[in-house]
């Protein structure tokens, strides 16, 4: 029954994997065989690759300018005060675009000729927001909106980059949340309205709670691109932490800040990114201890 | 017939696109009756009860239920339904709940009543078919048997005034048919009206009160077990239970 869903959203994995990652490396002799191999070829990998760079050339002026230590330590402090704007904008924009996004998938999966001006609406939606670059979304409002100067009307960046990023991901994570509800099977509406519940009772009870579950890896997937993405708000001048990097780099022409900066980003990417593997793993681990119940 | 049949049916069509699935029903079930339908796979019993529970919209025909007519236009289908229980197939249990919660949901939602009241009559139920010591489980962690049992719970704390059960045993294991073969019984004797399309037709021959055999979207022929088993008129009946006696299945 659930199988069947998940099939059709082409979720399900159907033989046992070990993680990629880690490819073919076992248990026992063999396993321990297949460690040694990957740590070999791990460090001979990391020695070529370092003496190819460390003996490029340019290398000399680079690690003058990317890889400054005492820069780093100087700058690093400022940059991480204003990455907090990239977490503020980055958490109040999840919350909306959990909200609005859920809205958009629902209107799209309304049924009958009636609702049809809704669904096309959201398909219009998602296809404009998702064929318009994020950057140029953020540029017209940003620049846009406040230059209106209507009372009222706000005119910080931050609140704008913030609407940009929540108009863009919606038509994404909807997307998402579509192919979640897509993937429950009709028989799950059908036992529901055959009990008398109403088709938002069904919705709200039965669809939504399997369809949501099951998208939470890409959703946390496409949390990540938003993570990332707060950057940009930082083109409308708001002083986030790439446009910290770049004060600081203008300022001293190195651009060691700007790896202050990255490491910041990774330092919040990199575990929700193992986080959702995890999640993913997981998922597939209970999916197939049903299987096999069944 | 009577105005006081629990169910009756006249002249339903249904088609699917081009593929005429019922052409032309006529069916009355009385109080307390056990009606069973049987014939090939595609003669259109599952979707005979579908219609009767308002699932698929009928194309024309009537279906009346204990005197009001629910095909005509704007019927209030929820209200309809909540006095109509259906068992599918494939059971259709909500994975994401435990089992109270699936029985609980359809009454507090539907006939809004409170949590304690609902869980109260749930567990007596539950209990009723030998599932006390599921109540907290979830559907996964069930045999097929078990979930088909759940399944009729779930539809019978909705109080329905007639139940449908659509072929509930034939996606179970052999061994499991058994006891969801009894519960059935059960209702039976406890005066439950059901219409039931089934091809265990030993079993219909055990409880139905009246056997309608359906070919190509119509009631080729109906009568007592007695009659329909024993001798039936039509040469499609009798070639059907030969094919049914043939395959060790009556």
């Known amino acids: ?294 | 017939m009577s105005s006081t049949a629990a169910l009756e049916i006249e002249g339903l069509r249904k088609s699917f696109g081009k593929n005429l699935v019922l052409d032309g029903i006529d069916l009355s079930v009385g109080e307390h009756e056990v009606t069973c339908l049987i014939g090939a796979s595609g003669s259109g019993k599952s979707t005979l009860l579908r219609c009767v529970n308002l699932l698929e919209p009928v194309d024309a025909g009537r279906i009346v239920v204990a005197g009001e007519e629910i095909t005509r236009r704007g019927v209030d289908v929820n209200r309809v339904r909540r006095r109509i229980g259906i068992v599918f197939q494939a059971f259709n249990l909500f994975p994401h709940m435990s089992v109270l919660e699936n029985v609980t949901l359809a009454p507090r939602l539907a006939l809004r009543k409170g949590r304690g009241e609902t869980e109260e009559q749930a567990r007596a139920l539950l209990g009723r078919f030998g599932l006390s010591d599921k109540v907290e489980a979830y559907p996964d962690h069930l045999s097929g048997g078990q979930q088909q049992r759940v399944a009729i719970v779930r539809a019978l704390a909705m109080q329905p005034r007639l139940m449908l059960l659509d072929e509930v045993t034939s996606a179970l294991d052999p061994e499991l048919v058994a006891e969801v073969l009894d519960v059935i019984g059960e209702l039976a004797a406890g005066g439950m009206t059901m219409v039931i399309a089934t091809h265990e037709m030993g079993f219909a021959r055990d409880i139905a009160t009246r056997v309608c055999f359906l070919d190509d979207g119509v009631i080729l022929e109906q009568g007592s077990p007695e009659q329909m088993f024993g001798s039936p008129r039509e040469p499609r009946t009798q070639q059907f239970l030969q094919r049914i006696v043939s395959a060790h299945r009556l």
């Open chain 1, 1 to 294: 029954m659930a199988s069947e869903g998940d099939r059709r959203a082409g979720l399900e994995v159907d033989e046992p994997r070990r993680s990629r990652i880690l490819g073919a490396l076992g248990s026992g002799v063999e396993g321990r065989r297949g460690v040694a191999i990957a740590l070999l070829s791990t460090v001979v990998f990391l020695v070529v690759v370092g003496v190819a760079i460390t003996h490029s050339p340019g290398w000399h002026e680079i690690r003058r300018t990317f890889f400054d230590w005492s820069e780093f330590k100087s700058s690093f402090p400022e940059i991480a005060r204003a990455f907090l704007l990239n977490c503020k904008i980055f958490s109040i924009s999840e919350c909306f675009i959990l909200a609005f996004a859920l809205l958009l998938a629902v209107l799209r999966s309304l049924p009958g000729p009636v609702f049809f001006p809704l669904r096309a609406l959201a398909v219009v939606y998602a296809d404009f927001f998702r064929g318009v670059p994020t950057i140029l979304v953020i540029a017209l409002l940003g620049f846009g909106a406040p230059a209106l100067q209507v009372s009222g009307v706000p005119t910080s960046t931050t609140f704008w980059g913030i609407v940009s990023l929540v108009l863009v991901y919606s038509a994404y994570v909807s997307e998402v949340y579509r192919a979640g509800i897509d993937s429950v099977h009709p028989s799950q509406e059908a036992a529901a309205r055959s009990l008398g519940l109403t088709r938002g009772q069904t919705l709200r009870k039965v669809i939504l709670p399997q369809a949501v579950r099951r998208v939470i890896p890409p959703l946390l997937n496409d949390f990540i691109g938003l993570q990332k993405d707060t950057a940009l708000v930082g083109t409308l001048g708001a002083i986030e932490a790439f446009q910290q990097a770049s004060i600081d780099s203008a300022a001293t022409f190195h651009y060691t800040p700007y790896l202050a900066a990255a490491v910041l980003f990774v330092a919040i990417t990199i575990p929700l990114a193992r986080f959702t593997d995890w999640l993913i793993a997981r998922d597939r681990r209970r999916r197939q201890a049903q299987g096999m119940h069944a």
